[in-house]
């Protein structure tokens, strides 16, 4: 513990932390852009800047220790006045037209600006006009890039795929794709980390509400069936882009606010993540038992930034992927067949649409050997967690007053294994559950499986089970820079398993890059906690006891891995 006193005020603070946690423990927080902890402290915007006693130059907080003694002003005049002038550099390169960017009323640059009292950009000139691919899910505009390099180094240490780079030189450097690629040939997963971990507008999302509205073109059009299914992250997060309260933001208000939207038939992805549960535990279990040596294990599938990574960075290992669809992707299919001839509605008059925490799923559905409804697309458009939140907003809901209302059924009846699907280790704690009860014939506990929490060891989680006589060992992983650890061990023969979990984005879909952003501040674990107490609440909690699934069954599929369940359930990744 050493002595420091900040604004004449003298604190006790632990040795060894930088000058920005001092602060920040003792009541007085600074502001920044481009600091993140442990991934990007690199003193680059200038922002954080504070005055020492003792030292002629103002000194960068997040890169600079404490030391005993030290005497430190965050807002002297001078630290106020040279915050300023770093701030009107920047803006001075930057596009600020507020009102039709997508982080307008939650952008660090806009909060910063405002805070300091910037009334006018003193030396603004053109910024050069974007030239980004307006197809690819992932956004990036130069002319809002400040270049804080938070997307490099999340894109390095956190994903290790080195996307993003510093280009130029001088005055005109600049963020770009690295090596000088373009970005549909850069292993860009679309997992869209880079995206919630920037300051600004400078990486968004491909705005697809446009799609969906007007009006005529689906929802009011009275030709046109409108379908949209939610995915179970979203009900985790949806809630904090609107200002309400946890016990507001419950799963039937969701449904409730989504049908004042316009959508005809509300539907929950959870549904999905049941079917999925009964096709890839039949599977794992029939590869389990068919009498061949698999070298490596099973993986999950329904994660697309992974699924994109594989491909791109061990395509030797994609055959060891679960052929079973994303939860996504097979309620997709079963809304275009099994709903559309509930309904007598011809697919093709059925418009689909997606609610997901996440960028990559916008290009798992345009992927061909996806769409086997025979109409199209299966789903036409994903929209984000965000871009939902936007949909209700322009609605003038009073969101928090709304009735609960129940998903519509068939499709909309789910149980707690489905919802934890959008948590890390929610997959794999789903399918063990109804896995078990198809190998030994008995409903476990249904907290048997809890999932085992990264150890020291690995950066990665583990656990061995007994199934019947059938030995299970598994894995639960999320982060691309912990799953390529994995995957190295793996390889060299140092671990053993035989199904293992991956989510591209730290602690799954809930942390996913379509989420609400809150600068800097990583909400997946509590997130994550609310999923697992919605599953605790669910009256059902194993996916082969949901009766619209064993419904779906009886009437449609047969039975998991049939020839149809095979022909729309699954699909062949290498296509
Ligand atoms: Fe996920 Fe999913 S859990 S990938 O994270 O499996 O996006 O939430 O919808 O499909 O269910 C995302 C979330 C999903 C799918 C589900 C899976
Ligand atoms: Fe998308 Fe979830 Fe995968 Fe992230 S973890 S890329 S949000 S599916």
Redesign the pocket.
Known sequence: VIRVTINGFVYQIPSDISIMEACEKTGWPLPHLCFLKDINEIGACRVCVVEVEGEERLITACNNKVYPGMVIYTNSPRVQEARRINLQLILSQHDSHCTTCPRNGNCALQQACFDLGIEESLYHKEVPENKWPQDFPLIREESKCIKCLRCVQICDKIQSLGVWDLVRSGGRTTVNVSGGRHIENADCTVCGQCVTHCPTGALHGRQDRKRVYPWEKAINNPDIVTVVQV????RAAWGEGLNLSRERATPGRLAAALRRCGFNFVFD??F??DL?VMEEASEFLKRMTDGQKHRYPMF?S???GWVRFLKSQYPDMVDDLSTSK??????ATMTKTYFADKIGVPADKIFSI?V???L??KS?IAIPSLNDAGAGQDLDVTLTTREMIAMIRAQNLDVANLPEEPFDSPLGVSTGA?VI??TTG??MEAALRTGYYLAAGETPSPDTFKTVCRTEAHPWGEAAYDFAGIPVRTAVVSGLANTRQLIRALRRGEVHYDFVEV?A?PG???G?G?QPIHDGEELAAIRGRRLHNLDRMANIRFSHENPEIQRLYREFLGEPLSEKAERYLHTDHHQ
């Open positions: 995915a179970p992250a979203v992805t959870n999905g993540a999925t999950t329904c994660c697309p994303s939860p996504q992707g097979m309620q997606s997901m925490p996440c990559a799923k798992e489905g699907f959008g929610g997959v989510m984005c799954g879909c809930v996913g379509g």
